[in-house]
Every structure is written in structure tokens, then in C-alpha cells.
């Protein structure tokens, strides 16, 4: 479920942070991407999907790049790992500025980041709560 591709509401597309993110994207010129899932099972390095490309889906980590309009590149890194009785999901969104705008949005958006990562850290929650179980 965390990198699902197939078709479908998931996380990492439509998760509240990322419709509004790619909205403001469009405001500001960019293309505001909607790329649908790929629809395999799994998402693989260089898939395109919602406004992220995949840099890794392997080995219990998802890493994606934003394809936005920003003074620097956006990642996120979600990271499974077993914990014994089920387990533990971790995120963590990136910015890596460019020049002195992106140093200077750097420390502005930090309260935006942080807020974008609790929703998003929810919303995938939610939907691994509520997924089926998987079929052997």
C-alpha cells in the first residue's frame, strides 16, 4: 500500500498537502501534475505519479522528487521497517535550496513542511488502517 501504483485514491497523490500544493503550483506556472498511477502493483524508480517522480521504491523506502516550480528540490522519504508485532512507518519531506531564495524559503516554509508531513503522515496511516489484506 505505501507504494501502491495502482490506480486509485492513494496517499502520495491526493493526500489534502499535495491537492493544495499542486494547485498552488499551477498559480505560480507550473504544471500542477496529475500524473495518474502507472497501474503495477508497485511503483518503480521513474514512475511519475500525482506531481513526484520516483527516485526509489525498494527495500522497504519510497523516495520522491516533487516535479513543482520551487527555489530548490522537494524529496520525500517514507521508510518501513518491520518492528516485530507489525510495523513502524517513517517520513520525512526535504527541501534543498538553490541560491539565496531558496535559502530565504528554506526557513519560511519550515512551519508549512512541518504541517504537510503530519497530515501526510496521517493520511497514509489511514489508508494502510484501512487497507485489504493482501492475498498470498
Not at 8 to 20: I, Q, T
Not at 23 to 34: E, F, M, Y
Not at 65 to 82: D, K, M, Q, Y
Amino acid at each position: 500500500m505505501v507504494a501502491c501504483g495502482r490506480p486509485g485514491p492513494r496517499w502520495y497523490a491526493d493526500a489534502a498537502p499535495f491537492v493544495v500544493r499542486g494547485a498552488l503550483d499551477r498559480l505560480l506556472g507550473g504544471a500542477g501534475r496529475r500524473w495518474p498511477a502507472p497501474d503495477r502493483a508497485l511503483l518503480t524508480r521513474g514512475d511519475t505519479v500525482g506531481f513526484w517522480r520516483v527516485v526509489r521504491a525498494s527495500g522497504g523506502v519510497l523516495d520522491l522528487e516533487a516535479v513543482v516550480r520551487a527555489p530548490g528540490r522537494v524529496t520525500l522519504r517514507t521508510e518501513v521497517t518491520p518492528d516485530g508485532t507489525g510495523a513502524r512507518v517513517t517520513q520525512a519531506v526535504t527541501f534543498h535550496p538553490h541560491g539565496a531564495l531558496g535559502a530565504a524559503y528554506l526557513l519560511a516554509d519550515l512551519p508549512a513542511r512541518e504541517t504537510v508531513i503530519a497530515l501526510t503522515h496521517r493520511r497514509l496511516l489511514r489508508d494502510l488502517r484501512t487497507a485489504p489484506a493482501p492475498t498470498t
